[in-house]
């Protein structure tokens, strides 16, 4: 730990004593448990809501809209639609739909709605390529009020799972749509979910109400509260002051608060910390297609991932709650208990690889070179992650020990994705979809421009790759599958071109009081409806 970070610690914690002594900060909270109210702290704005693009925050619209079909631990269950069926082929589903369920705005939801929105989403193909169902639906059609009938070009295994999604086959209510589409913005936002939104000061805060209508019973927490507030110190101070009472750990990937921090917290005050089993694999993407960077050598790619100590990782910068990740997937995710080779870390095993692949260290320099080119590489990380700028400052410090230069480039996540997605990265940080999605979702990323193209199209097996996996995902054999996921994971595991760091949960800190505390199958959102205060 560094020592501006201690003084931080030992800062807070004396706050906490002091707020336990006037009972500031426990009335604040009290107050926020006899109301009902959960105030959350979030690093962003909630943005565009509409469920069929994809700039809104995903915990808030998890609560605002709801699909056809959930993903569960125990599997594929009911939300929207009560049952369904999948014809032999495996081309054609048909969808019961719940009666009596409303729109916040008052319309039907029917198989009109459910038709409209379908049609919505698949007029903007190039917004949504890398979700591959959006490639199979060949129409949908409406057989009565409460029937809607979806029909593919091909079968395709993962269709409940990508239905299953946040987005962007969730429910808008039709009156919103633009134009006749949602493509272009939207008028509202309105879909059938536990929560609607209310008001909204962009930069500052969200309130969303609860929906007293709600199909599945009216949420017991009344309202929630997304409170923008820069991660680190100052959401740490404002949890001491009662100003937000609720804090969890995702953020697309951007921690709120440390996770020391946050055990300091719990062991002073009336909170209490809650966490997921393992939920994803936080990564290093590497780009294989940067031309005349080195990271397009496969060398440079397992140089770099024999210099990452996980061990180190797991327990100085996450204090234990995140293990040491060997592989692009953990053992428990589907499909993905294959057996692959090992990369542990060893310097001087990096170093090795290096100089037989003839990079050479110049006397006297700290970086190695080879035909005039010095390596040195550009990291990317999201300046509102405490324990990504962590992580690469270790790396970079473990890697420069091998010769390699890394330099640091914090961003917002936008602008990350952004790079992504052109190309314009030599590494980058990013995770798995998550224990609900992977691993078709992050799988069928590797062909998307839009997400693991850059990454994946530089390898010589590219062609091989591609092709297995438009296999894997029409294949109604489930031993087809298990060896086609098999040679995919194991070619791209050889490539080191994602290189794992550790496997991710959600963290929660929250107040005692708070009951019901669980979690979905993805780290992007929680059931809030299911919360109560005592």
């Known amino acids: 730990m560094n020592n501006k970070f201690a003084i931080l610690i030992s800062s807070l914690v004396a706050l906490v004593l002091l707020a336990g002594c006037n009972g500031g900060q426990t009335e604040n909270v009290k107050e926020s448990a006899k109301g009902t109210e959960l105030i959350y702290a979030t690093s962003k704005d909630i943005n565009d809501m509409n469920p069929h693009l994809y700039a809104g925050s995903i915990p808030a619209q998890g609560i605002v809209y709801e699909s056809l079909v959930e993903n569960t631990k125990d599997g594929i269950r009911p939300m929207l639609a009560e049952s369904w069926e999948i014809s032999p082929d495996g081309k054609t589903y048909t969808f019961h739909l719940r009666k009596g369920v409303q729109f916040h705005d008052g319309a039907p939801f029917n198989a009109d709605a459910v038709k409209q929105n379908i049609e919505a989403v698949q007029s903007n193909p190039s917004k949504h390529s890398w979700i591959k169902l959006s490639t199979k639906i060949v129409s949908v059609d409406v057989l009565d009020e409460h029937t809607v009938q979806l029909a593919l070009s091909e079968a395709y295994y993962p269709t409940l799972l990508e239905l299953a999604m946040t987005r962007p086959y969730a429910f808008l209510s039709p009156k919103d749509f633009d134009n006749g589409g949602t493509k272009d913005g939207v008028k509202g936002y309105h879909g059938t979910g536990p929560y609607k939104l209310g008001e909204?000061?962009?930069?500052?805060?969200?309130?969303?109400?609860?929906?007293?209508?709600?199909?599945?019973?009216?949420?017991?927490?009344?309202?929630?509260?997304?409170?923008?507030?820069?991660a680190g110190e100052t959401t740490l101070l404002a949890l001491q002051k009662g100003e937000v009472n609720?804090?969890?750990?995702?953020?697309?990937?951007?921690?709120?608060?440390?996770?020391?921090?946050?055990?300091?917290?719990?062991?002073?005050?009336?909170?209490?910390?809650?966490?997921?089993?393992?939920?994803?694999?936080?990564?290093?993407?590497?780009?294989?297609?940067?031309?005349g960077s080195p990271i397009v050598e496969?060398?440079?790619?397992?140089?770099?991932?024999?210099?990452?100590?996980?061990?180190?990782?797991?327990?100085?910068?996450?204090?234990?709650t995140e293990t040491p990740a060997d592989s692009l997937f953990s053992s428990n995710v589907?499909?993905?208990?294959?057996?692959?080779?090992?990369?542990?870390?060893?310097?001087?095993?990096?170093k090795s690889i290096l100089e037989q692949a003839g990079w050479l260290s110049d006397q006297g320099g700290e970086l190695r070179a080879k035909?005039?080119?010095?390596?040195?590489?550009?990291?990317?990380?999201?300046?509102?992650?405490?324990?990504?700028?962590?992580?690469?400052?270790?790396?970079?410090?473990?890697?420069?020990?091998?010769?390699?230069g890394l330099e640091l480039i914090g961003e917002e996540s936008s602008s990350i994705a952004n790079r992504r997605s052109t190309g314009d990265y030599d590494l980058l940080f990013n995770q798995t979809w998550g224990l609900a999605y992977d691993p078709q979702s992050t799988i069928a990323a590797f062909t998307s421009e839009s997400a693991y193209a850059h990454t994946t199209k530089g390898l010589a097996k590219a062609p091989e790759l591609y092709k297995k996996i438009e296999e894997v995902m029409v294949s109604a054999d489930e031993e087809t599958r298990k060896s086609l996921y098999a040679d995919i994971l194991n070619l791209v595991h050889d490539e080191a071109v994602f290189i794992p760091l550790t496997n991710g949960n959600v963290t929660i800190v929250a107040p005692k009081s708070l009951q019901g505390i669980s979690f979905k199958q993805t780290q992007y959102e929680l059931p809030f409806e299911q919360m109560y205060f005592e």
């Open 298 to 320: 496969k060398a440079v790619r397992e140089a770099l991932w024999h210099a990452i100590d996980r061990e180190t990782i797991s327990k100085q910068i996450f204090s234990g």
């Open 200 to 230: 909204h000061k962009t930069d500052q805060y969200a309130v969303f109400e609860a929906n007293e209508s709600y199909w599945g019973g009216a949420p017991k927490v009344t309202k929630i509260t997304a409170k923008v507030l820069p």
């Open 246 to 291: 609720f804090i969890f750990t995702d953020d697309r990937g951007a921690d709120s608060i440390d996770v020391e921090a946050m055990n300091q917290l719990a062991e002073t005050s009336d909170y209490q910390i809650v966490r997921s089993e393992p939920m994803n694999t936080k990564m290093l993407v590497a780009n294989s297609s940067k031309t």
């Open 334 to 350: 589907n499909y993905a208990n294959v057996e692959l080779k090992k990369r542990g870390y060893s310097l001087e095993t990096a």
């Open 371 to 404: 035909a005039g080119n010095r390596l040195t590489l550009k990291l990317y990380y999201d300046a509102n992650s405490n324990s990504q700028k962590t992580q690469a400052e270790y790396i970079q410090s473990t890697a420069k020990q091998i010769g390699i």
